[in-house]
């Protein structure tokens, strides 16, 4: 079965930089679109980013300044590159990827954002 873990998160200090991993196995097709979404206490999940196997990307405005989402199609990985990370973005962080139509989940990563 599809399976999505996530690596990186952790804790910073504002300002400072994380890059999340995100390694998909257990699927020979194309996985159109890898993403992710966040979580903060309280609050519904939301998309920050995705690329499509193509490599269109889309960002959530709140997020396109300052991180980059990438992917390696040869090895089914995305990343999340944050930088001048805020204490607003501590959230549990979750990879997404969207095959044959379907989509899949990873357990999430948290990221802590310390004043």
């Known amino acids: 079965q599809v399976q999505l873990v996530e690596s990186g998160g952790g804790l910073v200090q504002a300002g400072g930089s994380l890059r999340l991993s995100c390694a998909a196995s257990?699927?020979?097709?194309?996985?159109?679109?890898m993403g992710w979404y966040r979580q903060a206490p309280g609050k519904q999940r939301e998309l920050v980013a995705y690329?499509?196997?193509?490599?269109?990307?889309n960002y959530a405005d709140s997020w396109k300044d300052r991180f980059t989402v990438s992917r390696d199609n040869a090895k089914n990985m995305v990343y999340l590159q944050m930088n001048s990370l805020k204490p607003e973005d501590t959230a549990v962080y979750y990879c997404?990827?969207?095959?044959?139509?379907?989509?899949?989940w990873g357990q999430g990563t948290q990221v802590t954002v310390s004043s």
């Open positions: 690329m499509t196997s193509s490599g269109t990307t």
């Open positions: 997404a990827a969207v095959i044959s139509g379907r989509p899949y």
């Open positions: 257990g699927t020979s097709f194309t996985i159109n679109v």
